[in-house]
Nanobody
């Protein structure tokens, strides 16, 4: 089964940037998409971005559009999340997750479609 390991979380000042990495290992041919999610204390886990493995098409919710960029490096088996102009409300544990569900449009993925998860990396935005 595919394994996911996140890294890159840190303490950063408001307005700063971070790049998170999600390294995948194991068989990936059955997977169609990888997404980043985040969960702040006492809150539900929200999707941050999603990328289709094959087409490279991407999705961002409104709060990430224009600030976050998801990308993949197939040679390095890594998916990245570049986060710019970070705000205190971006503070959360960030997880990457992979899905074996095929969705024709990357916007159609739901959290329940993702069955393989990493352990997360902490991002704290504070002055």
């Amino acid at each position: 089964q595919l394994q996911l390991v996140e890294s890159g979380g840190a303490l950063v000042h408001p307005g700063g940037s971070l790049r998170l990495s999600c390294v995948t290992s194991g068989p990936s041919s059955d997977y169609y998409a990888i997404a980043w999610f985040r969960q702040a204390p006492g809150q539900e886990r929200d999707e941050v971005s999603c990328i289709n493995f094959r087409s490279g098409s991407t999705y961002y919710p409104y709060f990430a559009e224009g600030r976050f960029t998801i990308s993949r490096d197939n040679a390095q088996n890594t998916v990245y999340l570049q986060m710019n102009d970070l705000k205190p409300e971006d503070t959360a544990v960030y997880y990457c997750a992979a899905s074996r569900q095929f969705r024709q449009d990357v916007r159609w993925y739901r959290q329940s479609d993702f069955d393989t998860w990493g352990k997360g990396t902490q991002v704290t935005v504070s002055s």
